[in-house]
């Protein structure tokens, strides 16, 4: 590229794999993107001092709880099912649950599309990538008045996460959508 006579844009496509080389990490489908304190021979992480829930943890909780008594439920998430605490649910219900990978827009209109169907769909996606699919929730979900549920996770500052997980727009953008709904 260095010595490239194009002075155009130039595409570089480079494929990586995650953790390449350090055998956790590359076992480990969902972990590792960003990581604790951990042990470097086991690759175990430093578990944080108990304090109270959090609120990843509560809604798994309730939304695997809720489901088993209510079949309608489903469950989505944009390439984040322990981040957003959906593992737990897609143990319990694996026909119930979908990752749609890394597409939060996606996300949201596969959620609006089975609201369509009766279904009652939990679309669990970080806050700042939530951004991404604004559109969707307007035309797909806010327009066409549909119970399609956003449990938004990572609202707000949050530290470890770094600045590019920082959900603080949240509020501002989706609560001036008509009949939208903010808890």
């Keep these: 590229l260095r010595d490239a006579d194009d002075k155009g844009p130039i595409l570089l496509h480079i494929l990586t794999?995650?953790?390449?080389?350090?055998?956790?990490?590359?076992?480990a489908g969902d972990k590792y993107h960003a990581v604790a304190r951990?042990?470097?021979?086991?690759?175990?992480?430093?578990?944080?001092?108990?304090?109270?829930?959090?609120?990843?943890?509560?809604?798994?909780?309730?939304?695997?709880?809720?489901?088993?008594?209510?079949?309608?439920?489903?469950?989505?998430?944009?390439?984040?099912?322990?981040?957003?605490?959906?593992?737990?649910?897609?143990?319990?219900?694996?026909?119930r649950f979908f990752d749609v990978g890394i597409a939060e827009q996606h996300a949201v209109t596969f959620a609006?599309?089975?609201?369509?169907?009766?279904?009652?769909?939990?679309?669990?996606?970080?806050?700042t990538f939530l951004q991404r699919a604004y559109d969707q929730v307007m035309h797909d979900v806010v327009l066409q008045n549909l119970p399609v549920r956003?449990?938004?996770?990572?609202?707000?500052?949050?530290?470890?996460?770094?600045?590019?997980?920082?959900?603080?727009?949240?509020i501002n953008y989706l609560g001036c959508l008509p009949g939208m709904t903010i808890m």
Excluded: W
């Design 150 to 170: 956003f449990a938004i996770d990572r609202a707000g500052l949050v530290g470890a996460d770094g600045a590019t997980h920082a959900g603080s727009f949240d």
């Design 112 to 127: 609006a599309g089975m609201a369509t169907e009766g279904l009652r769909p939990f679309c669990a996606i970080y806050s």
């Design 17 to 27: 794999e995650k953790g390449r080389g350090y055998r956790p990490a590359e076992s």
């Design 38 to 95: 951990f042990n470097v021979v086991t690759g175990v992480q430093t578990k944080a001092p108990p304090g109270p829930p959090s609120y990843t943890s509560v809604f798994s909780r309730e939304l695997t709880r809720r489901a088993k008594q209510d079949d309608s439920i489903v469950a989505i998430t944009a390439a984040m099912p322990s981040g957003t605490g959906l593992d737990a649910f897609a143990r319990a219900y694996p026909d």
